[in-house]
């Protein structure tokens, strides 16, 4: 028997605790449960439709239900859903491993398997120290990790330590290791205080200082390239991530490139780092490798890193880290269909059209008096709301614009899900102008609904 809806609203706000959530203001709404997918709509029980307008947390790449990445899963299904990579293999796993280093940066030619992004990057961060008390001519106070403020990678202690945002990261302090932090090139709020049209980078020189100061107790550089994601869409100045690339190079320090959020076409190439000719030691990758399917990660590093592990058992050099699910057959099958639909689909190729046209759009919207700042990169965007844009002063936090801002664009027809007062657009890069177009006029609607209301 079908279970009612009226139900499953009842034993949600009984029992299920939603990440990222205040529970007690989720259980005091009438809660929105997904039924279905629809390319890029969702669809709840009660047959709403909306636009999927962040990627179900960024990572529908073609949206859902896509008949080629649904067979994929069948067929693999019908053979094993599940088998271990510790000491085995299976098919999809060699076949995907093989096929992201043929389209990663050259120089990353091993891929390790995990489920999520944070376990993506936790893997880097472990074997790069791994990495240094290993190599032929061993550098062991080589420890120390270098991340810049606003970074997120993810939840787990590790990448919680490499994080930067206080407002979820401080709660956690008495268990992080110690981070040199370096300042994020916020341009709309620039740490040194300058202008963006005299802009030299001028916020690199802390972090290229910090390098050249402590490069022999730094592990490695962390990163997200060219756009920093849960801060706010942070857009970085072009040459940034070259800069750094080169500074670790000249220091000896690696570079952990964590693309989870920006992989798999969202800022117009395959990967971000691409757009700079860079390859990084590490290469993070989970959100769009699956589609948005399923969990799956991998941490692409070069030969060079690998080669450190090697030898014989008792040389105690193996890398001891692993996930049950790591690697999953499933997982596997599907991000290999999702990078053939990449392929037989021209998804990137059609990708300029879209991206100019959301950067019509967002003029458009720049317009409303509480649009502070707008940031694109390719087909991401982040809107950034501000109560006053003379002063860039922020509206009163307990007014929860982004979320109220979200909440109309749900009543409009769209799924969003902002970052503090940032409305993030993120849409499956399948999605068609026609509608690109109904998702930025919902946007539009939406902000001048909300910022009337709290002007008046
Ligand atoms: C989402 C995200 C992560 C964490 O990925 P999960 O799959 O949520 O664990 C790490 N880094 C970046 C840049 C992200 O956007």
């Not at 990579?85 to 120089?107: H, N, W």
């Amino acid at each position: 028997m079908d279970i009612t809806r009226e139900q499953l609203e009842q034993w949600d706000r009984e029992h299920l605790w939603h990440p990222f959530t205040q529970m007690q203001d989720y259980a005091a709404q009438k809660p929105l449960i997904i039924e279905k997918g629809e390319g890029c709509f969702l669809v709840d029980q009660d047959g709403n439709r909306y636009i999927d307008g962040v990627s179900s947390l960024w990572c529908s790449v073609h949206g859902h239900r896509v008949p080629e990445l649904d067979a994929a899963i069948r067929q693999q299904l019908d053979r094993v859903a599940h088998s271990t990579l510790l000491g085995l293999s299976t098919a999809p796993a060699i076949q995907l491993a093989r096929k992201l280093v043929e389209l990663a940066p050259p120089g990353l030619t091993r891929v390790f398997f995990s489920d999520d992004g944070a376990t993506a990057v936790e893997v880097a961060l472990k074997m790069a120290l791994q990495y240094w008390r290993q190599r032929p001519d061993p550098r062991p106070r080589k420890t120390k990790y270098l991340a810049l403020t606003n970074a997120y990678h993810g939840d787990t202690l590790g990448d919680v330590s490499v994080g930067g945002i206080a407002h979820f990261h401080a709660m956690f302090a008495p268990l992080l290791f110690p981070t040199l932090r370096a300042p994020s090139p916020y341009c709309y709020r620039c740490p040194l205080g300058l202008e963006r049209s005299r802009c030299h980078i001028d916020c690199l020189e802390a972090l290229l200082e910090l390098v050249r100061t402590h490069h022999e107790e730094l592990a490695a550089v962390v990163l997200e390239p060219l756009v920093q994601g849960a801060a706010g869409m942070i857009v970085a100045p072009e040459g940034f991530l070259r800069r750094v690339r080169e500074v670790t190079r000249a220091y000896d320090v690696l570079l952990i490139a964590d693309e989870v959020a920006v992989g798999f076409g969202r800022t117009g190439s395959l990967f971000a780092c691409q757009q700079e000719q860079v390859t990084p030691d590490f290469l993070c990758l989970a959100k769009g490798l699956t589609g948005g399917y399923l969990p799956l990660a991998a941490t692409l590093a070069t030969d060079e890193i690998y080669r450190a592990f090697l030898g014989r058992q008792e040389d105690r050099r193996t890398f001891y880290h692993g996930h049950t699910y790591s690697g999953n057959p499933l997982g596997a099958a599907v991000a290999l269909a999702n990078l053939d639909l990449f392929e037989s689909s021209g998804l990137l190729d059609a990708l300029p059209e879209k991206v100019e046209r959301l950067q019509r759009h967002l003029r458009r919207i720049a317009e409303l008096p509480q649009v502070g700042d707008i940031r694109q990169k390719g087909l991401l965007a982040g809107i950034e709301l501000v109560a006053n844009r003379a002063t860039k002063e922020p509206f009163a936090a307990h007014l929860q614009i982004g979320m109220a801002v979200c909440r109309r664009a749900r009543s409009h027809g769209a799924l969003l899900r902002p970052l503090g007062d940032t409305i993030v657009l993120m849409p499956p890069l399948a999605i068609d102008l026609a509608l690109l177009d109904r998702l930025a006029e919902i946007v539009h609607r939406s902000i001048r609904d909300i910022c009337e209301q709290v002007s008046e």
